[in-house]
């Protein structure tokens, strides 16, 4: 290429560039994308993360526990658990020293769990039993048991919510609780409560030095609904000027979840391991093997063959039948009437036609026991049946 042919080429380039820098500005704009990728790994592992980020945001020590048991280590006065597991595998034992811990001092929060049974006269929820408190559907309630309506009521913006009156307070809490449930306190011993058109959602009692607080749902500070409303601002005023112990998932996973969740190519690597070894030790079937040829076959193979098989298929007892038949059909050929003698008689006139012994031939001529002989014994006795077959 010649330099004059250089020099063309560079000018239609930097032409090209100059139209495209003077064009694309007007053409391209910037704008913003917003891509949510959901909660992370952990939000979806503890449902009440925000709650405890929010907690330690507002200067308060925050810690986990994994069953109550780690709570009675803790000294009482000070601490709040925030008691929102499953207590369906709770024991008295470990019920009675959790309500002993908050007589010390410690403030007691924990969910209802459990309706009220009129017949048993119980729930079965171990805390609330011996605090006497009941939970009842809102729907079983009778007209005069409807929550009284509080002072300011008719300025109320969300009557479908829970509100909670504080002392010195101009406007009450709104609480986005389940109105379908309801608690009582049966002892008449709560100071404090939340109530929403007819139903109690929140009891507060003194319990010895302590304090309980009683939820009739969880799920106001789970990760997606503790920003409504006033949760927020409800599970800071309940664990105020204390140290926070949250406990929210008693239940541990299995051995075989766990091995299942870490060591999943471990697992797959002994079922394998184990599918070989059973294939190893399992019977395998090879090929069928061509039968041999019959001309090299000789009359003792033949003769062994067919004893064998008489032997498996028959036993001892039809074979040793078998030549006591044949030496009793000889004899009356040439003793007639020996089928008519008795057996010691029998034997006499097959001494006198074999000059044997009659002891060999009482052994020879003797019933098979039941049991199988063993197989010297056996073969001793086809030999005197033998002999004395020959000797007719």
Do not use: C
């Not at 090209?16 to 891509?35: D, K």
């Not at 006269?121 to 609330?128: A, R, V």
């Not at 101009?170 to 929403?196: E, I, K």
């Not at 003792?300 to 028959?314: C, K, V």
């Amino acid at each position: 290429m010649s330099r004059r042919q250089i020099l063309l080429l560079g000018a239609v380039l930097a032409l090209a560039l100059g139209l495209l820098a003077v064009f694309l500005p007007g053409r391209l704009s910037s704008y913003r994308e917003e891509i949510k990728l959901g909660p992370s790994p952990e939000a979806r592992r503890n449902p009440y993360l925000a709650a405890e980020t929010f907690l330690r945001q507002r200067g308060l020590q925050v810690r986990r526990a994994d069953s109550p048991s780690e709570v009675e280590r803790l000294p009482s006065a000070g601490q709040t658990l925030l008691l929102l597991a499953d207590r369906r595998d709770m024991t008295p034992r470990q019920a009675e020293r959790l309500l002993d811990w908050t007589a010390k001092g410690g403030h007691l929060l924990l969910i209802a769990e459990r309706l009220w049974d009129e017949d048993a006269g119980q729930s079965g929820d171990l805390l609330l039993d011996r605090l006497g408190i009941q939970q009842y559907l809102a729907e079983d309630l009778d007209d005069e048991v409807d929550a009284e309506p509080a002072e300011g009521a008719e300025e109320d913006r969300y009557p479908q919510l829970t509100k909670l009156y504080l002392e010195n307070e101009t406007a009450p809490a709104y609480l986005d609780f389940d109105t379908r449930f309801h608690l009582h306190d049966a002892g008449n011993r709560a100071h404090a409560w939340a109530n929403s058109g007819r139903a109690t959602h929140m009891l507060q009692l003194y319990h010895g030095e302590g304090l309980v607080t009683v939820l009739s749902d969880p799920w106001l500070w789970q990760n997606r609904n503790i920003a409504d409303y006033d949760h927020a601002w409800l599970l800071w005023y309940l664990t105020q000027d204390s140290s926070v112990t949250l406990l929210h998932r008693a239940e541990r996973d299995s051995l075989p979840r766990l091995l299942a969740r870490h060591f999943p190519e471990a697992l797959a690597a002994l079922a394998l391991l184990l599918i070989l070894a059973l294939w190893a030790a399992g019977q395998r079937r090879g090929p069928l093997l061509a039968p041999l040829d019959r001309a090299r076959r000789q009359l003792e193979e033949h003769l062994r063959g067919s004893a064998d098989f008489l032997l498996r298929h028959g036993g001892q007892a039809a074979l040793i039948q078998t030549l006591q038949r044949d030496i009793q059909r000889r004899a009356r050929r040439r003793h007639p009437g020996f089928e008519r003698l008795d057996v010691a008689s029998q034997w006499q006139v097959l001494g006198r036609l074999t000059r044997l012994p009659t002891s060999t031939i009482g052994q020879a001529m003797r019933p098979l026991p039941a049991q199988r002989l063993p197989a010297a014994e056996f073969t001793r006795q086809v030999a005197h049946l033998q002999t004395l077959r020959n000797a007719l």
